[in-house]
């Protein structure tokens, strides 16, 4: 192995959540991470001295020709979170700042914009197997004249150093930024992100010129998060930019380090990434409910949501976006609050139930002939109830609604009005939920992205949240969770609830009012019948799984007794470090382990204690005294 190779090898970094950054209590080598596209926490340092004038300049840093990313590239002080860290930025710091450039940080002063989501996203062209992804905070340290004249290269990952006035450093960065390492061009090219970094430093050097401390510096931040995407191979970069006050975005397209497009007021946005992908792609809709696909430098409008669907997914983005923003920063001492973990669930979900609707509402074009097939949405039995004077849901209309939409949710109509009914993909999670909460939602979203891959344009996959009824049994015969506190009634309003959050996509059903003795596994079929689904994946738990895998060989038995031809496939969601067997009957089933895209952190009765409740209800009245464990 090379002493290139070896400066790396050694290091463990810690690894986060991709959904908002969240520390996980992993780690894995630098050299795995960097391949495998992990997602890992990192520093950027702006590193400050103010000279006579007042002039506020910058250390610039070149990296050294050994290291495997950015190479001999300029870069501000670059440190990541380590194992040793015991995932503290604030260690991580310390320790980046004593080794690389021999700094005592006893000696500085530092703030950080805590209230800012970093998520840089990079791909190297020239080496294949890199794939960088990280979190990043943003640190501003304030070096003395007897520091900044003491500093010296410790670390054969850097060969130089230089001071810059930073007025200098941004026009440099501006004119030649493919000298500069990617994360550097990120914090100078995004025009949000430049004017809070300039009015940070000129609150810094007021602070030192009335002799006071940078520890003291506070500023009023709208930036949210902030996300940057670059690959090599076409030269393309996708800068994100979050409000805090407005569940709209903006968005930045630049090639080549130049402004080349702009999509302003964005709902929506889902960024085609992965590490066998060459190129970036785009996927944005925005309030007016234009949908926009941006790829190769080039922004076309390929379709439109318009009505009662567009009003949805506002909504749906509004409750998201108010649910963030009231949960808590991410925890720097590695103990996870709910809030971190409720923020958490939140941006996994609003990125994976966006991407499975872009499926529904998505104007398609089909080849030189322009031929347009819209997705239109059908009234699904939840969606179609409403509140009477009372505030009960009138489930009685609405299954009468339901009975008359031929047992279809979804068509596709043609310019000849032909109605073409496409392959439908059930992905069902049978349970109590009591009460439903975001561990449900996280899994169903995930099996629902399991189930739409490799999937035809014509086949809809929908989630079904399927509460089971009062009676119902359990493989054993018994009675399953008699314990529960909530009736079946109280049960379904919540899953109903919550699923409405994430129309079309995600839905719930209310078969056990009708059959409250059948199994869970019952009511997946017979709503695959009642849909006349192609496909069904039932979501079981390994725990489940385990206990009475060799009574679900029955569902065969069931299909036939119902004359359903639905496929059957068993999703299982293990917990972490956990190994599925299948045995015995079991053998015959169908049957695949679900990989997590985003980590689990925590088992489904601590989401409960933690208060990890669905983000739709908590602030609904009628529904408040159902969200009380103690009831």
């Known amino acids: 192995m090379s002493d290139k190779h070896l400066l790396y090898e050694k290091d463990k970094l810690c690894l986060c959540s991709p959904a908002s950054g969240l520390l996980l209590s992993a780690h894995r080598p630098r050299i795995n991470v960097h391949s495998s596209g992990d997602f890992h926490l990192g520093l950027q340092i702006y590193l400050l001295r103010i000279d006579e004038s007042g002039t506020p300049k910058v250390l610039l840093t070149e990296r050294s020709d050994r290291v495997d990313i950015s190479p001999s590239k300029f870069d501000q002080v670059a440190v990541q979170v380590l194992e040793q860290d015991e995932q503290s930025y604030d260690k991580a710091l310390v320790r980046g700042l004593r080794e690389e450039l021999g700094i005592d940080y006893n000696q500085c002063e530092s703030f950080s914009l805590d209230d800012i989501e970093f998520k840089i996203v990079k791909k190297y062209g020239h080496k294949r197997n890199l794939y960088n992804r990280e979190y990043v905070k943003l640190f501003f340290v304030y070096t003395p004249e007897s520091v900044a004249e003491n500093i010296s290269i410790r670390t054969p990952k850097l060969k ?21 390492t990617k994360t550097a061009q990120f914090y100078i090219l995004n025009p949000e992100l430049l004017k809070i970094t300039w009015e940070a430093i000129t609150r810094i050097v007021e602070a030192k010129r009335n002799s006071g401390s940078i520890c003291d510096v506070r500023l009023e931040i709208d ?15 996708i800068i994100i930019n979050e409000s805090r006050s407005s569940i709209l975005e903006d968005i930045l397209l630049l090639r080549n380090g130049r402004l080349t497009d702009q999509l302003q007021d964005v709902l929506y946005h889902f960024v085609s990434d992965g590490k066998e992908s060459v190129s970036l792609a785009l996927e944005a809709l925005c309030q007016n409910g234009h949908l926009y696909q941006w790829h190769h430098g080039e922004s076309h409008k390929v379709g ?7 009003e949805q997914l506002i909504s749906t983005k509004s409750i998201l976006h108010n649910k963030i923003k009231c949960s808590g920063s991410k925890s720097t001492n590695g103990i996870s609050p709910s809030s971190s973990l ?13 991407k499975l609707t872009l499926n529904h509402y998505c104007v398609k074009k089909s080849g030189s002939e322009s031929e347009q097939s819209s997705f239109q949405l059908r009234s699904n039995l939840f969606a179609v109830e409403q509140q009477d004077s009372t505030g009960s849901s009138n489930y009685a209309t609405a299954r009468s609604v339901f009975e008359q939409d031929e047992k279809s949710l979804i068509n596709i109509k043609r310019d000849n009005n032909e109605i073409i009914r496409p392959k439908l993909h059930l992905v069902c999670m049978p349970g109590t939920f009591d009460p439903p909460h975001v561990g449900h939602l996280r899994v ?12 035809l344009c ?52 209310d078969l056990a009012s009708e059959f409250p003795s059948a199994y869970g596994l019952e009511l997946c079929l017979l709503l695959a019948q009642r849909l006349n689904a192609e496909f069904t994946s039932i979501i079981v738990g390994a725990d489940t799984w385990e206990k009475w895998q060799h009574s679900f060989a029955a569902v065969l038995d069931m299909k036939t007794a119902m004359n359903t031809k639905t496929e059957v496939v068993f999703l299982i969601q293990p917990c972490s470090g956990e190994t599925i067997s299948i045995t015995g009957p079991a053998k015959k089933l169908r049957v695949n382990v679900l990989e997590p895209k985003v980590p689990y952190f925590v088992h489904s009765s601590q989401i409960l204690e933690q208060g990890l409740y669905p983000m739709t209800m908590i602030n609904d009245d009628n529904l408040s005294d159902v969200y009380d464990p103690s009831v």
């Open 444 to 455: 169903l979203a995930d099996a629902m992205m399991f189930a739409s891959q490799n999937k």
């Open 160 to 180: 130089n150093f230089s001071w810059l006035p930073f007025e200098l450093y941004v026009n440099n960065v501006i004119t030649s930024p493919l000298s500069y």
């Open 223 to 237: 930036m949210s998060r902030s996300e940057f995407y670059q690959y090599d191979d076409d030269e393309f970069s």
């Open 342 to 354: 409720l923020k958490d669930h939140c941006r996994a979900l609003e990125t994976t139930f966006f």
């Open 458 to 509: 014509k086949t809809l996959v929908l989630g079904y949240l399927v509460p089971i009824g009062d009676k119902a049994l359990g493989p054993d015969g018994q009675v399953w969770k008699p314990n529960s506190k909530k009736s079946f009634d109280i049960r379904h309003r919540m899953c109903a609830q919550t699923a409405c959050t994430f129309t079309p996509v995600l839905q719930s059903t």
């Open 304 to 310: 439109s949501v318009v009505g009662a669907e567009l």
